[in-house]
């Protein structure tokens, strides 16, 4: 079965510009997770959806970034108006919604700011 | 959130045993202890999990305290492929999953 999916793998585009972010959950899996991975740094936490659920934007770094979810299915992180400190790679997780199971990761999306 | 500590990094050569450690000494009676790996420029792995018994899966032995203050992580026999970031993270079963990852070991293996 497939696996999470995430695209585009890259994206380039100009500061001021805006772009979305896909990700194709593993069918079933009610919780998504977003993250954004600067160059040599850790898993920065940006939002979680669960099931119905009103979604935890608590990691959202700015009102710049926002986030979708239709059901269980397919999400959409989109940022407005990029800029250069919003380069990383942006990673996404689904999972059962249990703390007794594991949680997989797309490949992310590089993205660069220039 | 409970939090959890590990060494920033920690070093192995080749066809050693790796005992990767991880302090979490706040966690409560329903969380459970996860560990993913990051390879380098690819997302993270899931490794393996428990709450109260030690667990053995084909990558690797999770041990876990007594007390669940601790846990280690087990790589029976280092490769130059485990050479990665390890995160030690803690699911609480009732709460909010955020899911949040701290700064992990990065262990290096050589040959």
């Known amino acids: 079965g497939a696996g999470v999916s995430q695209s585009p793998s890259n994206k380039v585009t100009e500061k001021g510009k805006d772009v979305e972010l896909r990700c194709d959950p593993i069918s079933g899996h009610t919780a998504l997770y977003w993250y954004r991975q600067r160059l040599g740094q850790g898993l920065e936490f940006l939002i979680y959806?669960?099931?119905?659920?009103?979604?935890?934007k608590s990691g959202l770094p700015s009102d710049r970034f926002s986030a979708e979810r239709t059901g269980e299915s397919v999400s959409t992180l989109t940022i407005q108006r990029t800029q250069q400190e919003d380069s990383a790679v942006y990673l996404c997780?689904?999972?059962?919604?249990?703390?007794?199971?594991?949680?997989?990761f797309g490949q992310g999306t590089r993205l660069t700011v220039v | 959130d409970a939090k959890t500590t590990q060494p920033n990094s920690m070093e192995s050569n080749e066809e050693e045993p790796v005992h990767l450690p991880c302090n979490h000494s706040?966690?409560?009676?329903?969380?459970?202890i996860h560990w993913y790996r990051q390879l380098p420029s690819q997302g993270p792995e899931y490794v393996i999990h428990?709450?109260?018994s030690n667990v053995n899966n084909r990558m690797a032995s999770l041990a876990i305290a007594e007390d669940r203050k601790s846990s280690t992580l087990i790589l029976h026999r280092a490769t130059l492929r485990d050479a990665a970031v390890y995160y030690c993270?803690?699911?609480?079963?009732?709460?909010?999953?955020?899911?949040?990852f701290g700064t992990g070991t990065r262990l290096q293996v050589f040959p």
């Open positions: 993270i803690l699911r609480d079963a009732y709460n909010t999953d955020k899911l949040i």
């Open positions: 706040t966690i409560s009676g329903t969380d459970y």
């Open positions: 997780a689904s999972s059962l919604h249990s703390a007794n199971t594991e949680a997989f």
């Open positions: 428990g709450l109260t």
């Open positions: 959806f669960q099931g119905n659920s009103a979604p935890d």
